[in-house]
């Protein structure tokens, strides 16, 4: 089960799925995103990443799927980490890539509070516009960025406000690693500006089996901007899970 980065949807693994077409991938947008409903019960109450992974779980027990190799990039690895504290029995295997799993400081509280109220004015794009620059690595194709501002532009306001309240509100989760009983992979681009080498260090001593995957000169979006290394790696984690 792959969960996507902020501001994006599922359809950012399309290239990734490209390369795994022999692997069983779920997805699962985040609410306001893709396919995914802001409905009533988000909207009841104080946006929560706990109430986003709730309607992942009950999508999961629809399909009667009682254990998944889970893996999130940047916002996505928040919510996995958030997934894998509640229901630790359902996860044999966790990939956190280019995220922090840890709580906003005050400054990223702010941030995400004053993006989401410009997102709630229909201004959502001009929180990450600057993203397709400072947020991939300098390698990165202009196929690559245009392909990235073409979606941020596409950014649903209401759901871009959503989440960013619920990521602000969330709790630290570095706690998620230790509850893993199988491979723990932290995947980074080394030019990501948010995923230190050294945070996964420190994680990775929390769990007992970790991997520590970097892929040379991407940045933050390893997904759009390095589709068939991310995918190899994603394939070794499976196989590592699978045995």
Sequence with gaps: MLLHALPLDSAMWNAVRSELSDVDILTFDAPGFGESELTAEFMA?????????AAMKARLDELGIKRIALGGLSMGGSVAA???VTY?????GLALMDTNINSDDADRKAFRRDAAAKADAGQGYETVKDWTTTMVGPDASDEVRASLDA???????????WIQRAMANREDRT?????VKGPVYFIRGTEDPTASMESYMKLALRTDQPRIKEIPGVGHFAADESPVELAAILRDFYAHVAR
């Design 45 to 53: 109450g104080e946006p929560s990443i706990a109430t986003f992974v």
């Design 175 to 179: 706690d998620a690693v230790a509850r």
């Design 88 to 92: 630790p029995e359902l996860v044999a």
């Design 82 to 84: 958030e997934f894998t």
């Design 151 to 161: 979606r941020f532009r596409a950014l649903p306001n209401e759901g871009l406000a």
